[in-house]
């Protein structure tokens, strides 16, 4: 993706790797406040990473695989008892397309979310320099707009970029293969996608984890399952397909 903002001040970034991605916080305005928004930004994306890490056998995520959806709920940092639960709730609905138990029993993985719960959190913790600036929040393509519109795109090879605008409060994610190659698997029974789309991109009113969520379960369903799922559920969310 690239993005843009629409007004006449100019962009301000900065990026930094976390979360085995790029994160950056863009803004336009003043800049009142955002040195200390950025750091809070990227004090959230450290704690998240910490404790939601499933290549790492010391974090809070990796010790709870063996426990039940109860016990984690209950045991969990409150910091991220959001992501447990929506995680719980998107394989229920899907009906195990996506699942955080993807590579088996005893394990647990929450990588399809995970990267949108930490742009939510971030986007609560700078709202106070979103009052004099218009702000996105980018962690690996996951982005939200935190005040005024902000113009963003979708690449296809050859062909032109696909443009569209997040407005306030908005958030997309998009699955796509491209990127990181076979990443993404069925959560019925592990297995890799066939015949996959090029990539979709899901748009949400107001939450970049449910965005993320539901861009993985569409890319497994395929476009006509896909669409019939979010009409069904997440009503409020549009898609954007690209076929290969």
Same mark, same amino acid.
């Given at each position: ?13 900065? +990026?930094?790797?976390? %979360?085995? /991605? ?7 305005? &003043?800049?009142?406040? %955002? +040195? ?35 016990? @984690?709920?209950?045991?969990?940092? *409150? #910091?991220?008892? &959001? ?6 709730? #998107? ?8 699942? *955080?138990?993807?590579?088996? $029993? ?8 995970? !990267?949108?719960?930490?742009?939510? =959190? ?5 709202? $106070? ?5 218009? @702000? ?28 569209? /605008? ?7 994610? /998009?699955?796509? !293969?491209?990127?990181?190659? &076979? ?30 969520? =539901? ?9 006509? $399952?896909?669409?019939?799922? @979010? ?11 690209? /076929?290969?």
């Amino acid at each position: 993706m690239f993005v843009c903002g629409c007004g006449r001040n100019e962009i301000e970034r900065v +990026e930094w790797p976390v %979360m085995g /991605t790029i994160a950056a916080v863009q803004w336009q305005g &003043d800049g009142e406040g %955002m +040195e200390e928004a950025v750091a809070s930004v990227k004090e959230v994306f450290a704690e998240v990473e910490r404790l939601l890490d499933a290549h790492d056998p010391e974090s809070e995520l990796s010790r709870f695989a063996s426990k039940s959806d109860g016990e @984690i709920l209950y045991d969990c940092n *409150p #910091l991220v008892r &959001d992501c447990y639960r929506m995680a719980i709730r #998107l394989r229920e609905e899907s009906k195990g397309v996506f699942n *955080p138990r993807w590579r088996g $029993k005893g394990t647990l993985d929450l990588g399809g979310i995970a !990267k949108g719960f930490a742009v939510d =959190l971030a986007a609560e913790r700078i709202v $106070k320099a979103a009052q004099t600036n218009r @702000i996105l929040i980018d962690l690996g393509g996951n982005l939200k707009a935190i005040g005024g519109n902000w113009q963003t795109a979708v690449y296809s090879e050859g062909r032109e970029p696909t443009v569209f /605008t997040l407005s306030a409060g908005e958030a997309c994610a /998009t699955s796509a !293969k491209y990127f990181r190659g &076979d990443h993404i698997k069925d959560g019925r029974d592990g297995s890799s996608v066939t015949d996959a789309p090029y990539s979709v991109t899901v748009i949400h009113p107001g939450s970049a984890m449910i965005a993320d969520g =539901l861009s993985t379960i569409c890319f497994i369903l395929g476009r006509e $399952k896909a669409e019939a799922y @979010i009409r069904a559920h997440h009503p409020s969310a549009r898609t954007i397909w690209l /076929t290969p």
